[in-house]
C-alpha cells in the first residue's frame, strides 16, 4: 500500500515553494528534509521546547504539530529568514550582544517566536514571561536573553 501524498504550495521565506509530500509529513520535517531549512530544531517531538518554533502567516507555530499540507496556501517564516542581506535582525544582534545563546539549539524557536512578539507589539514584560516562557533553555539560564529582549525593545527596534 503506497503512502497517499499532496502536493503543498506555500510561501517560505519569501519564495513560492512547491512539492509533493506524503499527508502525514510534518511541517518540521519538510522544512529540515525537503527545503533543506536547517533552523528549525526537532527537540521534544511534542510542542513543549519550542525549539521548532516557526511563523505561520506571522504567528509562532510548533513546525513539529503542524502537518506539511496544513501550511498550504500559507506564508512560513524559519529563522533563515531573519538576517537580511548578510546584516542580522535586531534581535538576533541584540542575542549576539548580551550572550543570550550557548549550543544554540533553542535559538532559532526563541527568535522566531520573539520576533513575532516584537512585530505584534507586545510589551517586554510580557515578551519575557509569557513568549519565553514557551521556550526550554538548558545552557543559559535565560538571563542573556532576558537581556537581548530588553535591549531590542529598548533601542526602539524597528517592527519588522
Same mark, same amino acid.
Given at each position: 500500500?503506497?503512502?497517499?501524498?499532496?502536493?503543498?504550495?506555500?510561501?517560505?521565506?519569501?519564495?513560492?515553494?512547491?512539492?509533493?509530500?506524503?499527508?502525514?509529513?510534518?511541517?518540521?520535517?519538510?522544512?529540515?528534509?525537503?527545503?533543506?531549512?536547517?533552523?528549525?530544531?526537532?527537540?521534544?517531538?511534542?510542542?513543549?521546547?519550542?525549539?521548532?518554533?516557526?511563523?505561520?502567516?506571522?504567528?509562532?507555530?510548533?513546525?513539529?504539530?503542524?502537518? %506539511?499540507?496544513?501550511?498550504? /496556501?500559507?506564508? *512560513? =517564516?524559519?529563522? #533563515?529568514?531573519?538576517?537580511? $542581506? +548578510?546584516?542580522?535582525?535586531?534581535?538576533?544582534?541584540?542575542?549576539?550582544?548580551?550572550?543570550?545563546?550557548?549550543?544554540?539549539?533553542?535559538?532559532?524557536?526563541?527568535?522566531?517566536?520573539?520576533? %513575532?512578539?516584537?512585530?505584534? /507589539?507586545?510589551? *517586554? =514584560?510580557?515578551? #519575557?514571561?509569557?513568549?519565553? $516562557? +514557551?521556550?526550554?533553555?538548558?545552557?543559559?539560564?535565560?538571563?542573556?536573553?532576558?537581556?537581548?529582549?530588553?535591549?531590542?525593545?529598548?533601542?526602539?527596534?524597528?517592527?519588522?
Amino acid at each position: 500500500m503506497s503512502e497517499e501524498t499532496r502536493t503543498v504550495t506555500a510561501v517560505v521565506n519569501g519564495a513560492e515553494t512547491t512539492a509533493e509530500v506524503p499527508v502525514r509529513t510534518l511541517l518540521s520535517d519538510f522544512l529540515r528534509h525537503d527545503l533543506g531549512l536547517t533552523g528549525t530544531h526537532v527537540g521534544c517531538e511534542q510542542g513543549v521546547c519550542g525549539a521548532c518554533t516557526v511563523l505561520v502567516d506571522g504567528e509562532p507555530i510548533r513546525a513539529c504539530l503542524m502537518f %506539511a499540507v496544513q501550511a498550504a /496556501g500559507r506564508q *512560513v =517564516e524559519t529563522v #533563515e529568514s531573519l538576517a537580511q $542581506g +548578510g546584516e542580522l535582525s535586531s534581535f538576533q544582534q541584540a542575542m549576539k550582544d548580551e550572550h543570550g545563546l550557548q549550543c544554540g539549539f533553542c535559538t532559532p524557536g526563541i527568535l522566531m517566536s520573539v520576533t %513575532a512578539a516584537e512585530r505584534h /507589539g507586545k510589551a *517586554v =514584560e510580557e515578551t #519575557e514571561t509569557e513568549v519565553l $516562557g +514557551g521556550h526550554v533553555c538548558r545552557c543559559t539560564g535565560y538571563v542573556g536573553i532576558r537581556s537581548a529582549i530588553r535591549r531590542c525593545w529598548s533601542e526602539g527596534a524597528t517592527r519588522a
